[in-house]
């Protein structure tokens, strides 16, 4: 009989704040919980698809990289072999003699007028990859050099413009525009 008054009577003030916190404290835990539980489906695809995205720009810019690298070499070997045939020509003799008579060395006289546009005979040379020029071998041939001369004035000629272009083999059709290098210069007859 003592067990069931006991179970009849109310809890005290103290024991049912004591429950009420440790309710209030599993609902806390709960909804702490529910919020760091992990990431959802479709949070997962959204960041793959970012991830995905931004690898493939940074591929892209790596393959453009290496592109810029390989053809920064070909212009510079390209630029070397205008700039030495450029000198060649330019050393050549263009002058005075003791008596005043005019001095021209061959390879200085006016070149036909298609020679940088076409392979011209005496006007051009073919190079390999590293710029040295190909006699005989065309499987080794990696550039067109074509040159011309122009004279400025074409009765007594004082001066003369040299140009030098180089394009990637096969040159055929191709313009000064499509060269990998073109350099350009005049030559004045000196005393």
Request: glycine share 6%.
């Amino acid at each position: 009989m003592f067990a069931q008054t006991q179970a009849l009577k109310p809890p005290s003030p103290l024991r049912l704040s004591r429950l009420r916190k440790r309710s209030q404290l599993r609902s806390g835990q709960a909804q702490a919980l529910g919020n760091i539980s992990g990431f959802t489906l479709l949070e997962t695809l959204v960041a793959t698809g970012i991830l995905v995205t931004a690898l493939a720009g940074v591929a892209q810019l790596f393959v453009l990289t290496l592109r810029t690298i390989r053809d920064s070499g070909s212009h510079g070997v390209a630029l070397v072999a205008a700039q030495a045939k450029l000198e060649t020509l330019r050393s050549l003799e263009l002058a005075y003699g003791p008596s005043g008579e005019r001095l021209t060395d061959p390879a200085l006289e006016a070149s036909p007028s298609q020679s940088l546009l076409e392979d011209t005979a005496d006007y051009v040379d073919a190079l390999d990859a590293t710029g040295a020029v190909v006699v005989e071998d065309e499987a080794e041939t990696a550039f067109t050099r074509r040159w011309a001369i122009t004279p400025i004035d074409h009765d007594e000629p004082q001066a003369a413009v040299i140009e030098v272009c180089v394009f990637r083999s096969p040159a055929d059709g191709l313009t000064p525009v499509a060269a990998e290098a073109c350099l350009a210069t005049i030559r004045s007859r000196q005393p």
